[in-house]
């Protein structure tokens, strides 16, 4: 009955978390309209870090209950489901163009973060000494404390997330054309955009405390780790409305526009979400967690190399893409079963 109760609330924290989020956007970028910000700004900043509320709500709750597992799971996770799922399954709906300012900055840049993760995450120079002496690919001594993402790492993720969003618009500014109107902007009262702001944000509080919550019950009444619980349940709840939007998008007729929402998703999410989660509780990375991180980095280069092939990701590349993760799920439970 427990068990029940926790999966309801599961469900129910990640409508939370994820309405919540479309209201708060809604009604803060009626805000930043009437305070005549220019939309492409409010495009760039408002609404790019709306697709990772739900993300930074729930490993921030999660590293407020010390519970790293599920922040550093979260994130991770996430990033692997947006680049391999998100993008394959909307690829399987109509083949991606793919921007060449993508590939020139934005892809690249992710490269580079995920690069630096490893670089916090765990000391580097000992990194084959980590994979051979705790043989963690077999399921051995995975749980070993390998490094840790703390307080320093997480305030200097965070400048960097200003950086970036600085470096975004000053180039979207630059590059703006007749196109980039108002239009996409919802016009809201005054009272409505107070509301919606406010109980956004209550409902994005709420959600995230929830999801923790009841993700931690589960993990313990089915006997499952919380960094499986992450990796796995969090993170899919979490990454459905890129999943969403990717794939309304493609119904559409505008797949390409999916690329661009998962890089910088996944850009806020290791700068953002685990840089504040960081910068309130230092995060720990076990040997697992380690090789995860580098799972990400590794589907970050697959996704950027076929993208840069005719730049267009394909329906067979989707299929390859999706397989690759069903391979990676099938690895973790292993793991979990094994380890």
Known sequence: MKTILDIILLLVGFVLL???????????????????????????????????????AVSTFAAVKHS?????????????????????????????????????????????????????????????????????????????????VNRIDGILLLVLFVGFIAWT?????????????????IMLSKRKSAIFIVG?????????????DSAKSLALAAGMSETLVGLTIVAMGTSLPELVTSAVAASKGEAD???GNVVGSNISNILLVLGLSAAISSVGVTAMNFVDIIVSLAATIIVFIVASTQRTIKKKEGIFLVIIYTFYMAYIICRQIYG
């Open 18 to 56: 994820i309405k919540g989020a479309d209201y708060f956007v809604d009604g803060s970028c009626a805000v930043a309209k009437r305070l005549r910000v220019p939309s492409i700004v409010i495009g760039l900043t408002i609404v790019a870090v709306g697709t990772s509320l739900p993300e930074l």
């Open 68 to 148: 790293n597992a599920i922040a550093l799971g979260n994130v991770v996770g996430s990033n692997i489901f947006n680049l391999l799922m998100v993008i394959g399954i909307t690829a399987l709906f109509k083949d991606m163009l793919v921007k060449k300012s993508i590939l020139k900055r934005e892809m690249p840049l992710l490269l580079i973060i995920s690069v630096l993760l490893i670089f916090l995450a765990g000391d580097i120079l000992w990194f084959g000494g980590i994979i051979k002496k705790n043989n963690i690919f077999l399921f051995e001594n995975g749980s070993t404390m390998v490094g840790n």
């Open 169 to 185: 618009v000053s180039y979207a500014l630059k590059e703006r054309t007749e196109e980039d109107g108002t239009d996409e902007v």
């Open 200 to 212: 956004g944000a209550i409902a994005i509080a709420v959600g995230g405390q929830v999801v923790v």
């Open 257 to 259: 526009l999916a690329i």
